[in-house]
């Protein structure tokens, strides 16, 4: 008799699947293949622990390893073309224990189902690509509306024309879609937001148990290259590296509460900006870790690790993704993914 | 460099080249504005029956003065500072109310406020506090006399305000469609091309030539007036 379980694992053997583009490698993830590892330290804030009893929210200082990333497939490095980057965090807890908190920098996510994003994925799977002809322009700027990108130099498939016209039928993705084609690229990785998008169920310290997003804030500020220019292909690696060497950079951990009446099972739709937002803690990322391979390549995070005082919501997207990281880590032969076996 | 890639270099600067520019505002828009008029979104916040959405809600209510030389806009510069004292006593009575202010713009005496709370009730206090202050400076303002004394004309006086309240543009960009479509009387969930959302964009700020941009920051979200004021034991 097939389980739930069995159900998950199947659709995320075709999600990843249906995720790798022609241009990828089986080597490396399916999504936010290339990246760069450093590692920090994560300090709760003087109230987080009111809110949430996880063990990283106490207030001691708790060592973190973060792999940031661009969130194409291809496996090669592009870091000037827009595109979502992804931040995962790894907080190492006592007794070799552990917690992951993975986001990017798109605030939601394109399908409020694993089945719809299995769709989206067959939908937006890379096609070739030449822009917009100069009739097509044309016609684009006298019906009001933007044309088509230019390709970037190199470039010559894309996921964009698939991705739009999927939104066209799908008004969950249309935010999605819209905010991915319109998000640039960051001067820095340390130079973006990231959102975790996912809601999760943190309980307080009088047990109060409350619907939560969070979100990495940089302290340095966000800031966008000038997509003007013609876009460098690879940087962001080198810039975190130089950064570091001359000193560290920190994130602000801020966790948004949710209300009766907001999506928590919906990873499409955001909260209200004015909904009541707690600062947990800061991360000071440190170093860029010595071995990569380790602490970025063959690291395999899972938002499902989660420790005592966080919960998983009842989000179906985020349910599949436990089983979509372990397949994932397990065809690129990561290092065990926290739930292998399991 | 080829011809046609000289042209598609050329379509691409289109938007900033001055002819296409005044193409597009005398003839492109005004075919599409033509062809698909939007209806003016109403003003003010939106109803919801969440918590954080009820409290700290933005009024940027733009009053067009009927004099707008310097003469009249001194006018009404006069009629707010005279009535300072009453205004600020006011506020206080009114007791939701985080930040107000007044703000002459070109032609137009402006009130920017913070409150909690339903806005027709908020507007109600006002006028059972200030009605007077209200009269003054509708004495002023473009097609106001008719609702002086605005203590009895309540209701017709709220309908003015929440008309002349700014439309408050979606938090989120994609949402003008569900706004357009409840609007129109179509259905959520309408199918739309993503594309055409700068278009949408455009001919909405056909009918509504002003607005504010979003919900607005706040440092203490979900709080109301009252609250703060207890957590700080200023009391009222």
């Known amino acids: 008799m097939l389980t739930a379980a069995d159900d998950d694992s199947r659709l995320a053997e075709k999600l990843v699947e249906a995720l790798y583009r022609p241009d990828g490698s089986r080597a490396l993830r399916p999504v936010h293949a290339l990246g760069i590892g450093a590692t920090g330290t994560f300090v709760a804030s003087q109230i987080a622990s009111d809110f949430c009893v996880a063990e990283h929210f106490s207030g001691e200082p708790i060592a973190t390893t973060v792999r940031f990333s661009n969130g194409s497939g291809c496996a090669t490095a592009h870091d000037g073309w827009s595109d979502v980057r992804g931040m995962a965090t790894r907080f190492h807890l006592a007794d070799a224990a552990a917690t992951d908190l993975v986001a990017m920098t798109l605030p939601e996510f394109f399908t409020a189902t694993p089945e719809a994003f299995l769709d989206f994925a067959v939908a937006a799977r890379p096609a070739p690509y030449k822009g917009e002809s100069v009739w097509g322009k044309l016609r684009a700027l006298l019906r009001l509306e933007l044309p088509l990108r230019n390709p970037y130099p190199g470039e010559t498939i894309s996921p964009d024309s698939g991705a739009i016209a999927f939104a066209d039928d799908h008004p969950n993705a249309r935010l999605a879609v819209f905010g991915a084609a319109a998000i640039g690229a960051p001067l820095s990785y340390v130079r973006a937001s990231y959102h975790a998008v996912h809601t999760f169920v943190v309980t307080g310290k009088d047990g109060t148990r409350r619907h939560v997003r969070f979100s990495w804030q940089p302290i340095a500020g966000v800031a966008n290259t000038n997509k003007s220019e013609t876009p460098v292909d690879s940087y962001l690696s080198a810039e975190l590296r130089t950064r570091l060497e001359k000193g560290s950079d920190r994130f602000s951990l801020v966790m948004t509460i949710g209300e009766t009446g907001d999506a928590f099972d919906d990873p499409t739709r955001p909260w209200p900006p004015h909904r009541v937002r707690i600062a947990m803690g800061t991360m000071t990322i440190e170093a860029v870790a010595d071995d990569q391979a380790e602490a970025s390549e063959r690291l395999s995070f899972n938002p499902w690790l989660l420790v005592h005082g966080i919960e998983a919501s009842d989000d179906p997207v985020l349910r599949v993704r436990k089983e979509a990281y372990k397949i994932s880590s397990a065809r690129r032969g990561g290092a065990p993914c926290p739930f292998a076996g399991v | ?236």
């Not at chain 2, 505002?25 to 209806?39: A, S």
């Not at chain 2, 002023?140 to 309540?154: C, D, F, H, R, S």
């Open chain 2, 1 to 236: 460099m080829s011809l046609e890639s000289r042209f598609g270099r050329y379509v691409d600067a289109l938007p900033e080249k001055a002819w296409f520019k005044f193409l597009a505002t005398h003839v492109v828009v005004p075919y599409w504005n033509w062809g698909d008029p939007k209806p003016k979104l109403p003003g003010g916040p939106r109803p919801s029956t969440q918590p954080s959405e009820n409290v700290q809600r933005m009024m940027n209510l733009v009053m067009p003065l009927a004099d707008t030389s310097s003469l009249g806009r001194a006018k009404a510069v006069m009629a707010i500072a005279q009535n300072a004292e009453e205004i600020f006593a006011g506020l206080d009575n009114v007791g939701t109310v985080h930040t107000a202010r007044f703000v002459i713009l070109e032609d137009n005496l402006c009130m920017i406020s913070v409150y909690d709370g339903d806005f027709s009730n908020y507007i109600r206090d006002f006028i059972e506090t200030i009605g007077s202050v209200f009269d003054d400076v509708m004495s002023l303002v473009k097609g106001g006399e008719v609702l002086i004394p605005t203590a009895q004309n309540v209701d017709a006086f709220i309908d003015w305000v929440h008309e002349h309240d700014l439309f408050q543009a979606p938090d989120f960009p994609t949402e003008l469609f569900a706004l357009q479509d409840e609007r129109a009387g179509r259905k959520r969930g309408t199918p739309h091309e993503l594309r055409s959302l700068p278009r949408e964009l455009i001919l909405q700020l056909q009918a509504n030539r002003n607005l504010s941009l979003g919900g607005g920051y706040r440092a203490y979200p979900g709080v109301s007036a009252a609250q703060v004021r207890s957590r700080f034991g200023m009391g009222w």
